[in-house]
């Protein structure tokens, strides 16, 4: 399966992205430049290729958990030696108003866990973290099999459950 992502670059027109959440508005406009070149989290776009439009974007970035907030049954199982579990955090989802309700989140959704599976093979990553922002974004997330972690407002998806729909 290959990425429909792509960096995100000079020549994507970040200026008219509106997804109607002004914290995902206000971080592609303004914060997420800074964010790259301080290797603080990397951004992939959806383009509408003869427009340069982005249709929506996504954040990963690498993260730890602590092992506390993991669920017990899942607990049990790792090493105590960690107090933190390394994971994968997809920072920011947001698609753009002219093009939401076209399944474009569901396709992102499955880009970045394409994606952070992928990159879980070389460095370690046990689970994707997200925050969601509201809960219109964590009925997205449990639709999609995300376990709330308790606590902590944050879900997470591991691997092991990633690797299930794309090693078939």
């Given at each position: 399966?290959?990425?429909?992502?792509?960096?995100?670059?000079?020549?994507?027109?970040?200026?008219?992205?509106?997804?109607?959440?002004?914290?995902?508005d206000d971080?592609?406009?303004?914060?997420?430049?800074?964010?790259?070149?301080?290797?603080?989290?990397?951004?992939?776009?959806?383009?509408?290729?003869?427009?340069?439009?982005?249709?929506?974007?996504?954040?990963?970035?690498?993260?730890?958990?602590?092992?506390?907030?993991?669920?017990?049954?899942?607990?049990?199982?790792?090493?105590?030696?960690?107090?933190?579990?390394?994971?994968?955090?997809?920072?920011?989802?947001?698609?753009?108003?002219?093009?939401?309700?076209?399944?474009?989140?569901?396709?992102?959704?499955?880009?970045?866990?394409?994606?952070?599976?992928?990159?879980?093979?070389?460095?370690?990553?046990?689970?994707?973290?997200?925050?969601?922002?509201?809960?219109?974004?964590?009925?997205?997330?449990?639709?999609?099999?995300?376990?709330?972690?308790?606590?902590?407002?944050?879900?997470?998806?591991?691997?092991?459950?990633?690797?299930q729909l794309?090693?078939?």
């Amino acid at each position: 399966m290959s990425q429909l992502t792509v960096l995100l670059n000079s020549q994507h027109q970040k200026s008219r992205f509106s997804c109607g959440k002004e914290l995902l508005d206000d971080y592609l406009h303004k914060q997420v430049n800074q964010d790259i070149k301080r290797k603080l989290s990397v951004c992939f776009v959806l383009t509408d290729p003869e427009a340069k439009l982005i249709k929506g974007y996504y954040t990963l970035s690498n993260n730890s958990i602590s092992q506390e907030l993991i669920p017990e049954e899942i607990h049990k199982k790792l090493p105590r030696s960690y107090t933190s579990i390394p994971t994968t955090l997809l920072g920011r989802l947001a698609i753009d108003q002219n093009y939401q309700g076209q399944g474009i989140g569901k396709l992102l959704l499955v880009d970045a866990l394409k994606r952070s599976y992928d990159l879980s093979k070389t460095i370690g990553s046990f689970a994707v973290i997200v925050d969601p922002i509201d809960q219109n974004a964590e009925n997205f997330y449990l639709k999609y099999g995300f376990v709330k972690l308790p606590d902590s407002g944050k879900m997470f998806l591991p691997m092991k459950t990633i690797g299930q729909l794309f090693d078939s």
